[in-house]
C-alpha cells in the first residue's frame, strides 16, 4: 500500500512538472474598457465581422461557468488604435471596420470574469470582406490579456 501512494505521489509531481503549474482561474478585478473608436476613422475601405466568443476553447475547465453578458465588449484595433467596439446583440458581435490594409486584434472584456482577452491571432484587413456570417460566425481563440 504505501509503494502505491509512494507512485502516485510521484506520478503526480511529475505530471505538474512535466505540464507546468498554471492557473485557469480567469477571475481579473479590471474594470470595464472605456473603449473608444478613433475620430481618425475617415477611411473609405471598410470590412464587416461576425464574431461568436468563446472562452471554452482555451479554457475547458475553467470556463464551464463561462457567460456571455449584454454588458461584455469586443474591440477590433490597429495597433492602439480602436477602430471599433461593440457588445453582443443576440450571442453574436457584429464589427463594422474601417480602414486600410493591415493585421487587425481583436480584444474582449468579459463582464462576468471582470477580465481582459485577446485574440491569439490577429487577421488581415482587406477592403470590402467579410469575415464570418451569422449563420457561421468567426470564433478566434482568446487568451487573458497580460
Given at each position: 500500500m504505501k509503494k502505491y501512494l509512494f507512485f502516485l505521489l510521484v506520478c503526480m509531481v511529475c505530471g505538474l512538472f512535466f505540464t507546468g503549474c498554471q492557473s485557469t482561474n480567469l477571475k481579473g478585478n479590471v474594470e470595464k474598457p472605456t473603449w473608444t473608436e478613433s475620430d481618425e476613422n475617415d477611411y473609405t475601405s471598410s470590412m464587416t465581422a461576425v464574431v461568436r466568443v468563446d472562452l471554452k476553447a482555451?479554457?475547458?475547465?475553467?470556463?464551464?461557468?463561462?457567460?456571455?453578458?449584454?454588458?461584455?465588449?469586443?474591440?477590433?484595433?490597429?495597433?492602439?488604435?480602436?477602430?471599433?467596439?461593440?457588445?453582443?446583440?443576440?450571442?453574436?458581435?457584429?464589427?463594422?471596420?474601417?480602414?486600410?490594409?493591415?493585421?487587425?486584434?481583436?480584444?474582449?472584456?468579459?463582464?462576468?470574469?471582470?477580465?481582459?482577452?485577446?485574440a491569439a491571432d490577429a487577421f488581415t484587413f482587406k477592403n470590402d470582406d467579410r469575415l464570418g456570417t451569422v449563420a457561421e460566425p468567426f470564433i478566434p481563440i482568446f487568451a487573458v490579456e497580460k
Open positions: 482555451a479554457y475547458k475547465e475553467a470556463a464551464d461557468d463561462w457567460q456571455l453578458n449584454e454588458a461584455d465588449l469586443l474591440a477590433a484595433f490597429a495597433g492602439e488604435r480602436c477602430l471599433d467596439v461593440e457588445s453582443p446583440d443576440d450571442g453574436l458581435f457584429y464589427l463594422y471596420i474601417p480602414g486600410m490594409e493591415g493585421d487587425v486584434t481583436l480584444r474582449y472584456y468579459s463582464t462576468h470574469y471582470k477580465n481582459l482577452f485577446v
